[in-house]
């Protein structure tokens, strides 16, 4: 079965980023900014109580300290500093799911920490850390080393397809600084072929392994309500049990 996800909670004080409300309707699970990338405690607030409405289940995305950057910069940081920054975030996000009377469903880095941890033992082993604490699961991409880290400490992995970024002729996620617009039918089709398939094409045009226990779209994305309605039609047969 599949899920679909949705990296959202983004605005920033009087800062607007994305259509939260209009997506609702169209995922599962909600990864939600933390404040280091996005969002901020009124924010995160009520990206919570959006997703208690629509009965989304919730997960934090904490990112690197990098506000201006929209956590789309790499840094170097040490395991331990790292560790301290998630749990910092993470910790922020639990308080207002419990004070809505919710679970914290999984944990998913968010940009340049998501694509850091793909490929450094030393980040994948922080972001562990973190989750040894709140012992919910984690979200990255099949193949790369945080799985094989995630899995080893002991933590479920949940293998995600993303439905509006180019993967490399290797398999890795192009990552850009500010997300185009996608065509919902192509990306409609992509996804289909990741659940059918396990597989998708790069940008080189040949094909890699992915894995699709989650979709991903982000808030972001100009037309991601569009996209989002379109990959769900598309998935319905496979999508779990809300």
Same mark, same amino acid.
Request: glycine share 8%.
């Given at each position: 079965?599949?899920?679909?996800?949705?990296?959202? &909670?983004?605005?920033?004080?009087?800062?607007?980023? &994305?259509?939260?409300?209009? +997506?609702?309707?169209?995922?599962?699970?909600?990864?939600?900014?933390?404040?280091?990338?996005? $969002? !901020?405690?009124?924010?995160?607030?009520?990206?919570?109580?959006?997703?208690?409405?629509?009965?989304?289940?919730?997960?934090?995305?904490?990112?690197?300290? !990098?506000?201006?950057?929209?956590?789309?910069?790499?840094? %170097?940081?040490?395991?331990?500093?790292?560790?301290?920054?998630?749990?910092?975030?993470?910790?922020?996000?639990?308080?207002?799911?419990?004070?809505?009377?919710?679970?914290?469903?999984?944990? %998913?880095?968010?940009?340049?920490?998501?694509?850091?941890?793909?490929?450094?033992?030393?980040?994948?082993?922080?972001?562990?850390?973190?989750?040894?604490?709140?012992?919910?699961?984690?979200?990255?991409?099949?193949?790369?080393?945080?799985?094989?880290?995630?899995?080893?400490?002991?933590?479920?992995?949940?293998?995600?397809?993303?439905?509006? +970024? !180019?993967?490399?002729? !290797? &398999? $890795?996620?192009?990552?850009?600084?500010?997300?185009?617009? %996608?065509?919902?039918?192509?990306?409609? $089709?992509?996804?289909?072929? *990741?659940?059918?398939?396990?597989?998708?094409?790069?940008?080189?045009?040949?094909?890699?392994?992915?894995?699709?226990? $989650?979709?991903?779209?982000?808030?972001?994305?100009?037309?991601?309500?569009?996209?989002?309605? *379109?990959?769900?039609?598309?998935?319905?047969?496979?999508?779990?049990?809300?």
């Amino acid at each position: 079965m599949v899920v679909i996800n949705c990296d959202m &909670g983004e605005a920033y004080g009087l800062y607007k980023m &994305g259509d939260d409300k209009a +997506l609702m309707p169209h995922i599962d699970v909600a990864n939600v900014a933390c404040g280091f990338h996005a $969002s !901020d405690f009124n924010h995160m607030r009520k990206t919570v109580q959006l997703a208690k409405q629509f009965g989304v289940k919730v997960g934090a995305h904490p990112s690197l300290p !990098d506000l201006q950057g929209f956590g789309r910069r790499e840094m %170097k940081i040490d395991r331990e500093e790292l560790t301290n920054c998630l749990l910092y975030q993470i910790g922020a996000l639990k308080a207002f799911l419990d004070a809505e009377g919710m679970p914290l469903n999984h944990i %998913k880095p968010h940009g340049a920490l998501y694509g850091m941890a793909a490929r450094n033992e030393n980040i994948a082993e922080a972001v562990a850390d973190a989750a040894d604490v709140y012992k919910v699961p984690l979200l990255g991409m099949k193949g790369t080393l945080h799985q094989m880290v995630y899995e080893r400490r002991g933590h479920t992995f949940v293998a995600e397809y993303y439905a509006d +970024l !180019d993967y490399n002729a !290797d &398999g $890795s996620l192009i990552i850009t600084r500010e997300h185009e617009p %996608k065509d919902p039918a192509d990306a409609a $089709s992509r996804c289909t072929r *990741a659940v059918n398939e396990g597989k998708t094409r790069s940008v080189a045009g040949n094909d890699v392994l992915v894995g699709a226990d $989650s979709i991903c779209i982000h808030s972001d994305t100009p037309n991601a309500v569009a996209i989002a309605h *379109a990959v769900r039609e598309a998935v319905r047969p496979y999508l779990a049990a809300r």
